[in-house]
Each structure stands twice: as C-alpha cells, then as structure tokens.
C-alpha cells in the first residue's frame, strides 16, 4: 500500500515536472537567445548554453586526395563517400569527424572532435541595437559591411506606459462611481440600466470600431492618448462596473449609515470610505486592465497604428515580425522588452490578478 | 436639515465658473499634448497626469454644483453625476455601436444600400468558408486541449508539494501579449534547425526539417492553436483549480474509505461538482477563440489556409475600407455570442440583488 502510495507520489509529481518544463521553455528560450550573438543565434540553437556534445575543429589539416572527380565516390581513410558528403562532414568512428573545406581542387580536410563544451558567448548588442535607435555596422557572411539603423523600442516603450496607466486608472474610477450610484443611491431606472451592463459584458468590441473610428475622425480624436484611452475605458466599463458593483455594494451597511448620520455627503462617503474600503477590488481590476491595455494590439492598431510617434510596443513588434521576421536578435530582445512589464506585474501582484479571474472574467 | 438656507446664488455662481475653468484647461492640456514638440517623457508624464487628474477634477466641480444645488435637487441629479459618465461611455462604445454598425452592414463599399447581401457574402466568399471553417476548429480543438489540459494540471497540482510552483508558472503566459507570444513560438518552429527548437528535435531523431506554420496544411493551423493552449491554459486551471478545492474533504474521504478506486472518485464526485465552473470555463474560452485574432495576425497573417473570422474583419474593414462587409461581420459575432448573454441576464435575474 505505501509502496503504491508512493509510486503514486511519483507519477504525479514527474508528470507534473514534464509539463512545467514544456511551459517554460519557449520563454527560457527567447530571454537566452536574446543575450546571444547575431551570428551565434543563426549558426547554433540557444539550448547549446547548456552543456552538449559539440564538433570542435582540433586544429589538424589533412591533404587533399589527388585528381578526384565531384561524381565519383572520395575514399579517404579508409571511408568512401561522395563530394557533398565530405562537404557536410562524415563520421570517422571514435568521436573523429573529417570535413572537406572549400572546393574539390583547392581548400583542406579539417578533423572535429567531439567534446563537452557551453556556448556561454553572451552579448547585449541585441538590447542596445533594439532600444538605442542607433546606427550599427554589420558585418555579412562575405565579408562586405551594411549599416542599419536600430529599433526605437524605448520609445514604444514609453508609449506602452502612456497609454496603459491612464487607460487602467480611469475606466477603475468611472466604473467605481458608477459601482457605488447603482449600490448605494436611488434613482429611477437603476436595475433596467444595470441589467443593460451586464449585457454588455460579452458584446466583442468588433461591433464598435468602425462607428468609433469615425467619429473619432470627425472630433480629432485618432491617434491620440485621449482616443485610445477612453476606448480601452469604454471597452472594459462593463466588467469593470459589473466586479466592483458586486464588492462595493457587499459592503458593511452600517459603516455607510453611520457616515450619513453624521452629515457626510455621498461624495465624501464614496472618496472617504468607500474607495479605501475596496482596494482589494480595485487592485484586482487594476491588474486585469493592466494586462489587458499593456497587450493590446488590435485597438491600438486601429486607433493609433498610422501614428508612428504613438505606437505601443506590441504594434511595433509585430511590425518587426512582418518586416524583419528574419533577425531573430531584435526579435528575441524586442519581445523579451514587451515581456518583462507584465511579468513583474503578475508574479508581484499574481493574488489579486487570481482573485480578478475567479470574481467571473468575461469580456468582450 | 437647513439645505434651503444654505442656497445661494453667488457659490452657484462659484461652482459654474469652476467646470469652465476645468473645461478650458484640459482643452489647453489637449491641444498640448497634439501638438508639442516637447520630449516624450515629459509628454508621457504630463499626458498621465491630464488623463487622470482631468477625469477626477471632472467628477469633483460637476459634484461641487450638484451639492449647492437647491432642496430636493442634490439628491435627485447626483446618482447621474455618479453612474452618468459610465452609461455615457458605455452608450458611446459599445450600446449604440451595435445599431450604427448593423446599418453599416447593409452597405456596400460605395455606399450603395445592398441589404444582406453583405451577410450572404460573409457566409459564402470561398475565403470566408475557410475562415468559418478554421474558427470552428479554433473554437472546438483549441477549447477542449484547454479545458482538458487546465483540469489535468489542476488535478495533478492539488496532490504535489509543489503546487504553487508549478500552477504559478504554467499560469505565466497569461501576462503574455498574443503578439509577444507570436515572437516566441514562431522562434520555435523555425524552419532553420539552429534556431526552431521543434525542428532541432526533429532532426535530432533523424527526421527534416518541417515548416509548420506555413507548407504543412492543415496541421499548420493546430500549431498556431498550440500556441494561445500555450497562453490560456492558465486561466482554465486557475478556476479548476479552485473548484476543485472547494470540494468538501469529508466527501472525498467517505468515497475512499467506501472502497472508491481514484479514478472512481475522479469521474463519480470530482467531475460532477465542478461542472458549473467548467461550464463556465468552456463557454469564456469559447468567445475567446471566436474572436481570435492576434497570434494569426503575426505568426501566418492568415495566410497558408490559417484564415481567422478576426483576421478577415480586420482586412476588409480596416486595409480593403469595406467597412459594410467587417460590419456584417461583426455583426455575426455579436449574434454568436447572444446565447451568453441570454444566460448571464438569467443568471443575475436569479440573484437577489436589486430587490
């Protein structure tokens, strides 16, 4: 029985491991390779920082047989085969590996050996390239040199934050007033109005972009801060004013009745008591907004992607992938940028994001 | 008690000219922010402190008026202070949107009133089938990987020591942007053997070297899926996984000390009790998947057979203008999602709020 128990213990456990493992490897993978050379991330998978087998050149030449022809099979130490297999290197047993170097007439035969080794090569080139928007020499596999300007991802940067405190901080604020109206006041209309927000929590926001982005032409409004920010507020109102109706009004009555009582209005009530109160709540939100701006690619797209000086991270990088989608060192650094916000958010902050899941996430 | 008293003309006065003042400087703060030259810092500094400020002095002097307003009129007019801002926005974006875009959607690109020619369009353009077909396939594979993937997790973490861990990093790429996501996995299947992880362990079994977004059709569009099972699986765990503990401990122990094997326990007392929460899970994943658009956006741009509803959108809208079209579109999402939003008002209707 314990045995079994135990067995148990281990089969949950190991697969448990496996799957984590699976996980995190994309991402361990772009945060390494970013710190990897240009040339080093086109010639070696990053997973070589880790200790492998590699073919090192021990330094040894050997002469070329005399008056081969390309067509016919090369015998060189004993093993036959052809030009081209020479040419991508053959086996020699033993850990030994010959490799034909350069043409059929000219060049020499260079001996690998396999040995333990790390590719611990590490650079940040890539970061200054991607951030720095200045102009770098590269130099090609044939020798010949090409000056390319760099990424201004500090600017996309900057933008990303831009646009992400505000469009967090103001959609909390509207939807708390509007949370504690519907919980604590009395007007007519109250429960068919609300009744209108929970319907909206699922509408997708495709429905409104081309009426938005029209009127957005007609009032000046694209590619501004203000523009994007009252979309993103616009767009998370809903499950904003939905969660934080469903904090606020749980709130103690007694604590509020007693604050009438002694003369407060609603609107020290609500700056006083209430916002303090609800912090919990409003972290919440804050997070899932935050995330949720911080990612965003097809509103920004749309309301400020013709606007370069604006353009936040994401927008920039997936036009990195389009144009660039070869230069895996600005890639891997650039999204490695985008990544890391978000990251510092979540795992500092990851109880009141779980908590903002379970409190029913669902938006349009 | 003495509110009559306390009326009077000259604050009334006080509170009007304070909502100019406000008004006309964060017109100035506009017009700043477009068009100065100034460095962006200072911009981004300025333009967050505009944002917010703006928005809370707003709330403050429209409240400063209401408050000096007279008898019964405080009360009567400051709920909309409170919940006006909200239904003006939410009427704005999202309410009236959905009636403005249904008679954009019996337009044509000139303008031509065309009927529903438009949604006759969005269900019969060869390209538009393939798009219908490969959300189908987004929404049914991609859903249940996840779902099952997430109750997997949840039911192996609950039983290791290292559940925080574990559930902490496959969670992970939920602050993941789909786009930076999109760098990451095309980084992974590369077709060149030295960068794609995928193709270095192909080649390292012996096999070629594949490309699996683009020529391997139609399995190129399950490693796309893969990738957003990647990013959400997360959040279909995080709410199993709760479910799962909120299963009373005296139940489970009374199935086992009747004899239940695991698997019994499992399928009999597990399942059953967390229905609900997968229910709910399956349904949010749902829309998601319906209206994915991103990760296709980046990795493939709907090409090589990958063609998304939410890639399809974007194009005829926003690159071809054919704004009638994206509209119809829209529009069938909208329909979609009805029955979800059906079930939430019952939902709420249910609840005793609102009394």
Redesign the interface.
């Known amino acids: 029985m314990s045995q079994m128990k135990r067995r ?2 281990l089969i ?2 190991g ?3 496996l ?2 493992l699976f ?5 361990i ?2 945060l390494v ?1 970013s710190f990897r050379d240009r040339a080093d ?7 070589t920082v880790l200790p492998n087998l590699a073919w090192q050149p021990t330094g040894n030449t050997l002469p070329l047989p005399e008056g081969q022809e390309r067509d016919t099979p090369i015998t060189i130490e004993g093993v036959t085969a052809t030009f081209d297999e020479w040419r991508a290197g053959v086996d020699m047993g033993g850990g030994r590996r010959l490799v034909w170097v350069g043409n059929l007439r000219r060049g020499q035969i260079e001996e690998f050996r396999q040995n333990w080794s790390v590719n611990w090569n590490f650079t940040t080139t890539n970061y200054e390239q991607v951030t720095g928007g200045k102009e770098f020499v590269l130099t090609n596999p044939d020798g010949t040199t090409r000056v390319e300007l760099g990424e201004d991802m500090v ?1 996309a940067f ?2 990303s ?2 646009i992400t ?2 469009a967090t ?2 959609p909390i ?3 708390a ?2 949370a ?3 919980a604590w ?3 007519p209309g ?2 068919l ?20 982005l029209r ?1 957005y032409s007609q009032l ?1 409004l694209n590619g ?3 523009g994007i ?3 993103h ?3 998370g ?2 499950l904003a ?1 939905y969660l934080l109706y469903n904090y606020i ?1 749980g709130l103690p009555k007694e604590i509020l009745e007693s604050a009438f009582i002694d003369g407060a ?3 020290t009530i ?1 700056v006083r008591l209430v916002l303090p109160l609800s912090v919990p709540a409003l972290a919440s939100f804050a997070i899932f907004q935050f ?1 949720w701006v ?5 509103i920004a ?2 309301f400020l992607g013709f606007n370069e ?1 604006l353009q936040p991270m ?1 927008v920039r ?2 036009n990195l ?2 144009s660039r ?1 070869q230069d ?1 060192h600005l ?2 650094a ?2 490695f940028i ?2 890391i916000v ?2 510092i ?3 500092g902050l ?1 109880r009141f994001f ?1 908590r903002g ?2 409190a ?3 938006k ?1 | 008690m003495t509110e009559e008293a306390d009326f009077s003309w000259s604050q009334m006065l006080v509170s009007l000219g304070l909502i100019v003042v406000t008004f006309l400087f964060l017109y100035l703060g ?1 017009v700043w ?2 068009d100065s030259g100034a460095d ?2 200072l ?2 500094i300025f ?2 402190v505009w ?2 400020g703006g ?2 002095a707003l ?2 002097v429209f ?1 400063n008026l209401v ?1 000096r307003l007279p008898g019964g009129w405080t009360s ?1 007019i ?3 202070i ?2 006006g ?3 003006a ?2 009427a ?7 009636v ?2 249904f008679f ?1 959607s019996l337009y044509d690109q000139q303008d031509n009133f065309v009927g529903l020619n438009n949604y006759v369009q969005v269900f019969n353009q060869r390209i538009m089938i393939e798009a219908w077909t490969n959300n189908l396939l987004w929404m049914i594979v991609g859903t249940a990987m996840i779902v099952i ?1 997430g109750l ?2 949840a039911v ?2 609950d ?4 559940e925080n ?2 559930k ?13 996501a ?7 299947y ?1 077709l ?4 794609g ?1 995928l193709n ?1 362990a192909v080649t390292g079994l012996g096999g070629e070297p594949q490309p699996w977004l683009t020529l391997l059709q139609p399995w190129n569009n399950l490693f796309l899926i893969l990738v957003v099972v ?1 990013l959400q699986t997360g ?1 279909a765990m ?2 199993i996984s ?1 479910a799962i503990k909120g299963i009373p401990e005296e139940l489970l122990e009374a199935a086992r000390v009747d004899g239940a094997t ?1 698997i019994q326990i499992f399928f009999r007392i597990m399942l059953p009790s967390i229905a609900p929460t997968l229910i ?1 899970v399956t ?2 994943v749902i ?1 998601f998947m ?2 994915i ?2 990760v296709v ?3 493939t ?1 709907g090409q090589f057979g990958t063609e998304v509803v ?1 890639v399809r ?2 194009r005829e ?2 690159v071809a203008g054919n ?1 009638g079209f ?2 119809a ?3 069938v ?2 329909l979609a ?1 009805i029955p ?2 059906i079930y ?2 019952r939902q ?2 249910q609840r005793e ?2 009394k």
């Open positions: 148990t213990v949950v456990n697969a448990l491991f799957i984590v996980w995190t490897i994309p991402t993978g772009l390779s991330i086109q010639s070696s998978g990053w997973w600017g900057i933008n934050l831009t405190i505000p901080i103001i604020l509207i939807a007033f509007a504690y109206g519907f006041m009395t007007f109250r429960r109005l609300f009744i209108i927000i929970v319907a909206l929590l699922v509408v997708p926001l495709q429905i409104a972009l081309v009426p938005i009127d000046g501004t801060y203000l920010w009252l979309a507020a616009g767009f109102l809903p004013t009004s209005s609603h609107f609500f995330l911080w990612n965003d690619y097809l797209l749309i000086g994401t990088i997936a992938v389009g989608g895996w890639l891997t650039a999204g985008s990544v978000p990251l958010v979540f795992f990851q779980v899941l379970m029913g996430s669902v349009g | 506009f922010l477009r962006r810092i911009v981004a333009a967050i944002g917010v928005i809370g709330y403050y409240n408050e009567r400051q709920p909309f409170f919940i801002p909200a239904l926005l939410l704005w974006y999202l309410a009236v949107p959905t403005r875009t954009l993937f997997l997790i192996l973490a039983r290791s020591p290292f861990v574990a902490s990093l496959i969670f992970m790429p939920m602050a993941i942007s789909m786009v930076g999109g760098v990451i996995w095309k980084f992974v590369d060149n053997p030295n960068i992880l270095a990647w959040y995080v709410l709760a695991e709910t349904t949010t829309i319906l209206k658009f991103d956006m980046v990795m741009g939410g959108f974007y809208t926003f704004s994206g509209s579109i829209a529009i999402l909208l999602v979800v939003m939430n008002l709420f209707s709020t609102f």
